[in-house]
Nanobody, 115 residues
Framework: QVQLVESGGGLVQAGGSLRLSCAAS????????MGWYRRAPGKQRELVAT???????NYANSVKGRFTISGDNAKNTVYLQMNSLAHEDTAVYYC?????????WGQGTQVTVSS
């Protein structure tokens, strides 16, 4: 099993910034991809950004140019720097890890952007 602990969520004004962190622990052998998803009120969970162990990144169109995902392989940690936050970014953000065909999810961290 892989455990994921997220941190960094909170309340921020529109235009502000937040940085999310997610640390993976437990039975870690070879993580393929780490990433962030989010679920806004009344909506389905959606991809925000992912990063492979080789550093390849992928972003949702809605966050390109505003969010940056990065990883520290030595610490099994992934970060999400969120700038120019908008009310539409309000959601619960979930950390996600893909390892050897298994997907693991964090508990989620709330991000609220006040307009």
């Amino acid at each position: 099993q892989v455990q994921l602990v997220e941190s960094g969520g909170g309340l921020v004004q529109a235009g502000g910034s937040l940085r999310l962190s997610c640390a993976a622990s437990g039975s870690i052998f070879s993580i393929n991809t780490m990433g962030w998803y989010r679920r806004a009120p009344g909506k389905q969970r959606e991809l925000v950004a992912t990063i492979t162990s080789g550093g390849r990144t992928n972003y949702a169109n809605s966050v390109k140019g505003r969010f940056t995902i990065s990883g520290d392989n030595a610490k099994n940690t992934v970060y999400l720097q969120m700038n120019s936050l908008a009310h539409e970014d309000t959601a619960v953000y979930y950390c996600n890890v893909l390892q050897r065909g298994y997907v693991y999810w964090g508990q989620g961290t709330q991000v609220t952007v006040s307009s």
